[in-house]
Nanobody
Framework: VQLVESGGGLVQAGGSLRLSCVAP????????IGWFRQAPGKDHDRVSC????????YYSNSVKGRFTISADTAKNTVYLQMNDLKPEDTAVYYC????????????????????????WGQGTRVTVTS
């Protein structure tokens, strides 16, 4: 699965960005898709995941209330709307898509499964200045 992220950039604290992840050929009934990020010198962190066929989303505590994940199945695209950005949101953001995980959303760690079993895009950089 080839994933292409876009939408990153440089923004001031309090600003907004919308990231896009195009996933051609994916059947959203089977796949769960997530956004993950890696800040300089740190490990990858979960940000948000979506199993659109189940209408289920996950958000990390650090972004809950500020970020919104959504899917446009007609466009095979998942979006991450990021509002009220903070300098600590600075990172390379990646999307990942995992086949079969959408049927496992009853597992509390299902978003981790997306990261662990899915295909990843090349990332898009987000820089938030104070």
């Amino acid at each position: 699965v080839q994933l292409v992220e876009s939408g990153g950039g440089l923004v001031q604290a309090g600003g907004s960005l919308r990231l896009s992840c195009v996933a051609p050929g994916i059947n959203f009934d089977d796949y769960a898709i997530g956004w993950f990020r890696q800040a300089p010198g740190k490990d990858h962190d979960r940000v948000s995941c979506i199993a659109s066929n189940r209408g289920i989303t996950y958000y990390s505590n650090s972004v809950k209330g500020r970020f919104t994940i959504s899917a446009d199945t007609a466009k095979n695209t998942v979006y991450l709307q990021m509002n009220d950005l903070k300098p600590e949101d600075t990172a390379v953001y990646y999307c990942a898509a995992a086949d079969g995980v959408s049927s496992r959303v009853d597992d509390p760690g299902w978003c981790i499964l997306v990261a662990g079993t899915g295909d990843w895009g090349q990332g898009t950089r987000v820089t938030v200045t104070s």
